[in-house]
Structures are given as C-alpha cells and as structure tokens.
C-alpha cells in the first residue's frame, strides 16, 4: 500500500481551516472544505451481478478527502481491507498502478463487497454484488502436468510467508531465497506463499514474494487461506471444502490426482488437509497418491513444541492421522531444520556467513544466533542429501529426525557454500 507523504499542520491556535498567522508567517495545511461532501460515486472494475475470475482491480472511485476506505467482502469467504491514500484499490496498490485483487484467493460463489469511506463522523458507502467462478465447475479433476525432467523431483510449496515485518516468522523469507538457489533442481509445480489465517496484507506478501523470487521461482502464487479466518475445522460432509474448496487448495488436489508430486509443508498444513478431506469424499482411489514433507509439525527431543501445528491444529492433526492409517504418506521431520540452523557453525562446522547482496538480502531476514534461519528448507535438502527412499511415511517424527539432521548436517559446509556462490 501506498503511504501519504503529506505532513499536517498543528498547534495551538490553529484554526479549523488550518491557517494560522505566527510570527508574521502563514502556515497553511491541507484540508477538505466544510461544503466538500463525501461521496464515493461508485465500484469500478467489477460487473454488477456479473462473473468474476482471476485476477481484477477493483477501485473505489470517491470525492471529498475520505479519511480511509474500509472494503469488506461478505460471502463463503469473508476479507477486510482499509486504503487511506487515493487511488483506493481493493487490494492495494504502487503509486497509483493497481496490484489487482486474485479471486482465486477465495471459494467460488456469490459475494457482496462493500466500500465505506470515513471522515470524521461522515460516511459513504457502495455496494456491488458478483459471483466468483474461475472455470465453470468445481470438481478438481486430475491436471495434465507439464513436461518436466524426470530425474527432478516434482514439488508442491506451501509457505506462510508474509511481507517482512508481517504476522508470520520470517524463516520463510529465508527459505525461499535458499529454494530460489536450489530451484534448478527440482520441477516445481507451485510456491504457494501467505498460507496463514493471521495475514493481514495478502496482497502485500505476494509482492515480495514476487519482487524478492519471481526470476528464479516461476509459479508464485498466493495462499487461498491468506487472511481466511476460520482454518480447516474437520473433515465431514459439512466442511464447505468437501464441495467448494479454495482456489490453491483445488489446485493442489488436481495436482495430487495427476499424481508424482510431493507437498513440502512449511506452515500449517490447512491447505494439504484442505486436499486431503476433498479426496477422501469425492476419490477416495486418490487418496493414496497424497505425499508430504513437513518441518517441525511434531516435537522433537531438544524442542518442546511443534509451531507449524499451532495455527491449525485440527488440520495438522487430521494429517497426522490419516498417516498414521497410512492412507497417505507424510515423512514428518520435526524441528530437524531447525537444529541443522541451531548448529550449522558448531556440530554442522559450516562458515554460516552470507553476503547480503542479492538473495542474499533475504536468506539474511531472519537469523538463530547468527546463522541464517531457512530451517524449513530441510524438506528439499533432503533430496539433495541421500534422497527420501528410506524415510517413515507415517507421521511420527523421532527417526527421520535424526536421519534428515544427520545427512544435511554432514553437507552443512557445502551447503552454505552453496548460498554464498549465489549470492556473489
């Protein structure tokens, strides 16, 4: 979003129309007029009644110097967005160029969105009613992938990465520079970013994501579940996911039933039991085909709690259980990453410095001592470092644990190496 550059004048003695006479000197500050009504004369870039799909940019066209425009979308999906400098975009903008709101960021079907401008006691507001639907239909049918290299490992990226200083931890940030060195390795089907309830500047998480990796990671795309309060609840017939699931999450189920693809889960896991649940109602033959790396959604010894499991809790379990049925596979990690970062420049003997040029400004954002924290890239590291043949798949944590730190552990000094190349 943009911010205003305007500086308004105060003091005692000021008049209402903010003009006062100091010391011989005018002082002038911006102001509306008493007779300058508020109005917001209308919603454009969005049909009346009509359809909507990908991406649109929504503007609030008002007069009279509104305060703030507070935009709330009421539907199968609810958001709130404030725009206090014009032009007032839903979804924000960069000086004046729109970054569009996604419509695939929610659950299809029809919504009501609301422009309500303030200022002072005065309002005004617009309304327009539409319906989202992307492609006509709702049920994800199997995808037909791309030709990609077979010897590459086919992988699926759900991150809670937020803008920095956002909601969520910056390890992420981190982490993504890491995949972004690494990502000629792999045949990466999508990077899903800003997969937590608590993000609050979605548009503003996608941004980075695209200005800070969008040359080396070409499918960013963000999180449905971006701001989406609620998470996954549990998996019976009256989860609305079970017929309407959001947009990324109905991505990634075509993609598990076109089967070869890994999900590497750096956050909740809301989206993969988003995906799993829609299996197990409507093809369940599917179901099996489901497979998931996660970072630190168990505890560990030495690490007391599981963060990526709190925000969603019932997803993560969900999970957890359907793994431990082994109806799917989920080579469960732990805190390994975690520990790999804790002693890379101990146990690990690994130079940890990284210049902060280039990726490196972001594999810098967030630090454990004074290494760089991208902890959760162990679910691709270990591809690189023995492979994942010989990994449990039912959930529990203990043994891959060990195995995952050990193996990226011995590889600690190449690894950074590795980072440090890319960067210079």
């Keep these: 979003m943009a911010k205003s550059s305007k500086r308004w004048t105060t003091g005692v003695g000021f008049a209402a129309a903010a003009t006062a006479m100091v010391a011989g000197i005018w002082i002038v500050g911006p102001q509306a007029s008493a007779d300058e009504t508020l109005q917001l004369k209308g919603l454009t870039g969005i049909p009346a009644g009509g359809v909507v799909s990908g991406m649109v940019a929504i503007e609030a066209k008002v007069d009279g110097r509104p305060d703030s425009v507070v935009f709330h979308l009421d539907g199968p999906a609810d958001l ?6 014009a032009p007032y975009f839903f979804g924000g903008d960069n000086k004046g160029s729109p970054f569009g709101w996604d419509s695939r960021t929610v659950s299809e079907g029809k919504y009501t969105l609301t422009a309500v401008a303030s200022r002072g006691s005065s309002t005004a507001r617009r309304s327009v009613t539409f319906t989202v639907d992307q492609d006509g239909g709702t049920t994800p049918a199997p995808t037909t992938p791309a030709p990609t290299d077979p010897s590459k490992p086919k992988l699926w ?3 809670d990465m937020s803008e920095p200083g956002g909601e969520t931890d910056a390890d992420d940030i981190s982490a993504l520079a890491a995949l972004s060195v690494y990502a000629s390795k792999f045949s990466l089907a999508k990077v899903v970013v800003g997969g937590e309830q608590r993000i ?3 548009a503003g998480a996608m941004t980075h994501a695209r200005n800070a990796y969008g040359a080396y990671l070409k499918n960013l795309e963000l999180s449905s579940i971006c701001g989406l309060q609620g998470g996954f609840t549990t998996c019976t017939a009256s989860n609305p ?3 309407n699931p959001p947009a ?3 991505a990634l189920i075509g993609a598990v039933r076109a089967g070869g693809l890994t999900v590497l889960n750096w956050g909740p896991m809301t989206e993969s039991a988003g995906a799993a649940c829609w299996l197990e109602h409507n093809a369940p033959q599917d179901v099996p085909k489901l497979s998931i790396i996660s970072h630190w959604t168990v505890t560990s010894p030495g690490f ?4 990526n499991c709190g925000p969603d809790r019932s997803a993560c379990e969900y999970v957890h259980e359907l793994a431990a ?5 989920l080579i469960e990690l732990g805190a390994a990453g975690q520990k790999f970062i804790n002693t890379a420049r101990g146990a690990c003997d690994a130079n940890v410095t990284i210049p902060k040029k280039g990726l490196g400004v972001h594999l810098n954002a967030k630090y454990a001592g004074i290494t760089p924290d991208f902890s959760d890239s162990i679910t691709f590291l270990v591809f690189l470092h023995g492979g994942i043949a010989d990994y449990d798949t039912n959930g529990k944590g203990d043994a891959n644990f060990n195995k995952a730190y050990d193996r990226v552990c011995a590889q600690a000094p190449a690894i950074f190496d590795d980072l440090r190349t890319a960067v210079r």
């Design 80 to 85: 709130t967005r404030t725009e206090r400098v």
């Design 200 to 202: 609050t500047d979605c």
């Design 325 to 329: 049925k082994n109806k799917i596979k």
């Design 241 to 243: 996911w079970v017929k």
């Design 157 to 159: 990226v759900t991150s």
């Design 248 to 250: 990324t999450v109905k």
């Design 304 to 307: 007391p709690i599981d963060p």
